[in-house]
C-alpha cells in the first residue's frame, strides 16, 4: 500500500517495505472478513501457521488472544460503545483517506501544487490520520492483541515516513511549503500539537521516541485493561467445577434460575461425570451463527463454507450486534429477531468445554486465561422451561476453524 506525495502529489513515493508493513497489517486486521468467505484456507494456509508459532511460547501466546468481546454480546453500555466506536471509526477514517486521496490526485492531475484546502488546511497528513483511525477501527472490530501491536508499528512507520515525505516537499516547493508548514500541525491541529509538546519534552530527536513509546504503553496497556473489565462482566454462572456463559444477556436470569436443573438432567450429568477438569458451558441460541468459533457443531456453521460473506460483512459493520443473535436465514431475510423473543424460544444450545487452567480454581479470570486451553466435549439442545433435553452430541477437538486460535468471548 504505497501513497505518492501524500501531502501535495509531488510525486514522491514511499518506501516499499513501509507500505508493504502496512499492507500487511490491513490483511492481518481483516481476517474476519477473510475466515467468512470462501478464501479462508488459503488465508490460514499462510497465517494460521504464524497465529500457532505465536501460540507455542507464554511470552508470545498473547498476541493470538483477544481483548474485547467478539462472539458473546458486549456486556454493559461502555463495552457496547467501544464496539460502534469500531465501526465508526473504520467508516470514518476510510470515507476521510478516500476524499484526501482525491483532492491530492486533483491537484497532481491539473498541476496545482500542494494541497492545502479541506482538511489540509489544518494538518499536513490527514490521508495518514485517516488511515490511522481506520486501523484503531479495525483493531476494535477484530480484537486480536497482534492487530492492536501492529497498529501501532503502522502509525509509527508512517510518521517516519511523514517526516521523510517533508524533507522532500520543502526542497520542491521551498518557501511555499516551509510557510505552509509553519502554519499547519503534522497530524492534528498547531494548538493541540504544541499542547502535546509541553507533556513531551525533550530535543526534536528524542521527542517522537517518547511519543511512540506512550502511544504503545497506551494502546497495549489499555488492551489488557479492557479485556480484564470484559472477562469480570461476563453473565456467568457457576456452581463447583461448572461455569456457563450466556451469549445473550438477556439470558441472564434463565442462566440463574434454570442452570442448575438443567445440568441435574441424567442425560448431562453422566456426560458431565465423564469431562475431566473444570468445565465452561457456551449457552447460545441453537442457531447461533458464530457458534463454530466455539466448537465445530456442525458444517452448517463453518461459515467459509457458505454463501452469505457480504450479507455477514455488512452486519459487521453497520450492525454490530444483530449478526450475532440468528443463524443463516436472517442475513437472507434481512431481520433478526424481535426484541424479547430468542430464537427458539426457550430453546438453548449448550456447548460444553473443558479447560486446563494455569491455577486449580474455576475462577472466571482463569477460564478465560490467555495461557489456559480449552478443549470442546459435547454439546446439548435444551428446552430450558421444560427441562427437557432434545439432543445431545459427542465433538471432536478444534473449532469450525481446525486449529486456529478463535475469540473466547
Not at 491537484?107 to 485517516?130: D, E, M, N, T, V
Request: include cysteine; charged fraction near 15%; glycine fraction near 10%.
Amino acid at each position: 500500500m504505497t501513497h505518492r506525495g501524500e501531502e501535495a502529489g509531488a510525486g514522491t513515493r514511499s518506501h516499499p517495505i513501509l507500505g508493504g508493513v502496512v499492507l500487511l497489517y490491513f490483511v492481518i486486521a481483516l481476517e474476519v472478513l477473510v475466515m467468512i468467505s470462501p478464501f479462508a484456507a488459503f488465508f490460514y494456509a499462510v497465517f494460521n501457521p504464524v497465529l500457532l508459532f505465536l501460540a507455542r511460547s507464554p511470552a508470545t501466546r498473547w498476541l493470538a488472544a483477544f481483548f474485547l468481546p467478539h462472539m458473546v454480546l458486549p456486556p454493559g453500555l461502555f463495552l457496547k460503545a467501544i464496539r460502534v466506536a469500531g465501526s465508526v471509526l473504520f467508516v470514518a477514517g476510510t470515507i476521510a483517506f478516500l476524499v484526501c486521496a482525491g483532492q491530492v490526485y486533483a491537484h497532481k492531475l491539473f498541476q496545482r501544487g500542494p494541497a492545502s484546502g479541506g482538511l489540509y488546511r489544518w494538518i499536513r497528513h490527514p490521508q495518514y490520520l485517516a488511515l490511522a483511525l481506520a486501523g484503531l477501527g479495525l483493531a476494535i472490530l477484530w480484537p486480536r492483541f497482534l492487530t492492536i501491536v501492529l497498529w501501532t508499528v503502522m502509525v509509527g512507520l508512517y510518521a517516519l515516513l511523514a517526516r521523510d515525505e517533508e524533507r522532500r516537499m520543502v526542497k520542491q516547493f521551498r518557501g511555499v511549503y516551509s510557510e505552509y508548514r509553519e502554519r499547519t500541525g503534522m497530524f492534528l491541529p498547531r494548538g493541540l500539537e504544541a499542547l502535546g509538546r509541553r507533556f513531551l519534552p525533550g530535543s526534536p530527536l528524542l521527542r517522537p521516541t517518547l511519543a511512540f513509546a506512550t502511544l504503545v504503553a497506551v494502546t497495549v496497556g489499555g488492551a489488557f485493561a479492557l479485556r480484564a473489565y470484559t472477562v469480570a462482566r461476563l453473565p456467568l454462572w457457576s456452581s463447583g467445577r461448572v461455569t456457563a456463559l450466556a451469549i445473550l444477556p438477556g439470558d441472564g436470569p434463565m442462566l440463574e434460575h434454570r442452570t442448575g436443573d438443567v445440568l441435574e438432567l441424567p442425560e448431562l450429568k453422566a456426560r458431565l461425570a465423564r469431562t475431566p477438569g473444570p468445565v465452561l458451558v457456551y449457552v447460545v441460541p441453537r442457531e447461533y451463527v458464530m457458534q463454530g468459533m466455539i466448537a465445530d457443531t456442525g458444517p452448517e456453521w463453518r461459515l467459509y463454507e457458505h454463501h452469505q460473506t457480504m450479507a455477514m460483512i455488512a452486519d459487521w459493520i453497520f450492525h454490530p450486534f444483530r449478526h450475532l443473535q440468528g443463524g443463516h436465514a436472517m442475513h437472507h431475510a434481512g431481520g433478526a429477531p424481535a426484541a424479547g423473543t430468542p430464537p427458539d424460544g426457550a430453546i438453548r444450545r449448550l456447548i460444553f468445554l473443558s479447560v486446563e487452567t494455569p491455577r486449580e480454581e474455576a475462577t472466571s479470570a482463569s477460564l478465560f486465561a490467555i495461557n489456559a486451553a480449552r478443549t470442546p466435549r459435547f454439546l446439548a439442545d435444551v428446552d430450558m422451561h421444560e427441562l427437557a433435553v432434545l439432543e445431545t452430541r459427542d465433538l471432536k477437538a478444534g473449532t469450525g476453524w481446525g486449529d486456529v486460535p478463535t475469540p473466547l468471548f
